[in-house]
Nanobody, 122 residues
Framework: QVQLVESGGGMVQAGGPLRLSCAASGRTFSSYDMGWFPQAPGKERECVANIAWTGWKTSYANPVKGRFTITRDNGKNTVYLQMNGLTPEHTAVYFC???????????????WGQGTQVTVSS
């Protein structure tokens, strides 16, 4: 069992950075692949980044390549999403998730946090 708690969301001006954190409880955090799925109002959750349990493999959605960076610290049971150059289109609730594979399909993840709101003003 893994419990996930996101933090770091808030309001930021367009062009600014923001770093999200996802703290996990449970001894097996380091064995899970992790992902970040923002959900904008009226839209489905879409994966923007995920990372293997080792931290050696990452993948990104094309629109955020070079702009977002996902990392993890297994010693702190935490995964991060550094977001730079934010635009109003990035406004969404950002969910952290844990599962057994690196995938963009939300139904293939086992655990979800409650989300943290990111609002980007123009």
């Amino acid at each position: 069992q893994v419990q996930l708690v996101e933090s770091g969301g808030g309001m930021v001006q367009a062009g600014g950075p923001l770093r999200l954190s996802c703290a996990a409880s449970g001894r097996t955090f380091s064995s899970y692949d992790m992902g970040w799925f923002p959900q904008a109002p009226g839209k489905e959750r879409e994966c923007v980044a995920n990372i293997a349990w080792t931290g050696w493999k990452t993948s990104y959605a094309n629109p955020v390549k070079g702009r977002f960076t996902i990392t993890r610290d297994n010693g702190k049971n935490t995964v991060y999403l550094q977001m730079n150059g934010l635009t109003p289109e990035h406004t969404a609730v950002y969910f952290c998730t844990a599962g057994g594979a690196i995938t963009t399909r939300p139904y293939q993840y086992d655990y979800w946090g409650q989300g943290t709101q990111v609002t980007v003003s123009s």
